[in-house]
């Protein structure tokens, strides 16, 4: 199995930055692709960001395109989410994902979730 922790998140202004972390544990040899989903209130799960194994493939939503970046340290079993320019919309619980193929990263069809890190963007 494999464990996942969020850490990062918290209450903001917009136009700040923010960067969320999530540590990976367990049996994380299996692990290929990992992302970021989030949900904010009344809302479906939505796809943020993700990142292949080696970290040569990386696709992030358009609605975060150039002011989110997601990174991979394998050697750490850790990914990060660097926020920039935050806006209320980007208001949501946040979710770090992992799975054992690097396919349809866009997708939450992944194996494994962590418990969500709250993030709040004040305007």
């Known amino acids: 199995q494999v464990q996942l922790v969020e850490s990062g998140g918290g209450l903001v202004q917009a136009g700040d930055s923010l960067r969320l972390s999530c540590a990976a544990s367990?049996?994380?040899?299996?692990?290929?692709?990992m992302g970021w989903f989030r949900q904010a209130p009344g809302k479906e799960r939505e796809f943020v960001a993700a990142v292949s194994r080696t970290g040569g493939r990386t696709y992030v939503a358009d609605s975060v395109k150039g002011r989110f970046t997601i990174s991979r340290e394998n050697a750490k079993n850790t990914i990060y989410l660097q926020m920039n320019s935050l806006k209320p919309e980007d208001t949501a619980v946040y979710y770090c994902?992992?799975?054992?193929?690097?396919?349809?990263?866009?997708?939450?069809?992944?194996?494994?979730w962590g418990q969500g890190t709250q993030v709040t963007v004040s305007s």
């Open positions: 367990g049996q994380t040899y299996i692990i290929y692709s």
């Open positions: 994902a992992a799975k054992p193929n690097n396919v349809y990263m866009r997708t939450d069809n992944y194996n494994y």
